[in-house]
């Protein structure tokens, strides 16, 4: 059993286009963090979610079992961004997702749904997007709260997280038609 949830968030950590393997791992994974403003609608909608799928895959030991899981990364996909060691997750819980390599790509559209590749640049750390998961409990040896990426759509340009800032064309003047050699240059 799984709990689909649609929303708009902040993107972090991007791995769409090509599957890496976690470090002490040979499974390739694509991946995504969502960071969730806390208080919101989306909060409340994403933490009902866990707690169904915790009650349906845990029985009578539900509670116990997520109050064992959550706090722990490798446990839990749902995480407090107050707690995490960077500034832009205050305010934010961390929703972590993952697709499996042997799963094929999650898909990656455009405003206009047109599909995107990684040339595009479209889709960075910071950018704001739809996102699709389906959250589930899983027991046994791994016992925790995961989140499956089903796809990410591009909304709108943010402050880029950890890296350069992205420029539009309109901060550029329009030099048109090259009509100097290089030795003009010079």
Known sequence: MSTRIKGQARIAFPK????EAFPGTQTK??????????????????????ETEAQAKWGKTW??????????????????????????????MILSSNRQEKDGRPTVLDRDKTALTEADGRIYAGCYVNFNVDIWAQDGQYTGI?????????VKDGDAFGG?????????????????????LA
């Open 164 to 184: 350069a800032a992205r420029v539009s064309e309109d901060e550029f003047e329009d030099l048109g038609v090259d009509t100097e050699t290089e030795d003009e």
């Open 29 to 50: 994974r694509y991946g995504a963090s969502f960071l969730i403003p806390k208080g919101s609608d989306l909060e409340k909608t994403i933490e009902k979610a866990i």
């Open 63 to 92: 509670q116990k079992t997520l109050a064992g899981v959550r706090g722990n990364n490798n446990k839990c996909a749902w995480q407090d961004g107050d707690v995490s060691k960077y500034e832009s997750n205050e305010g934010h």
């Open 146 to 154: 995961r989140c499956s990426l089903n796809g990410v759509q591009f």
């Open 16 to 19: 769409l286009f090509e599957a």
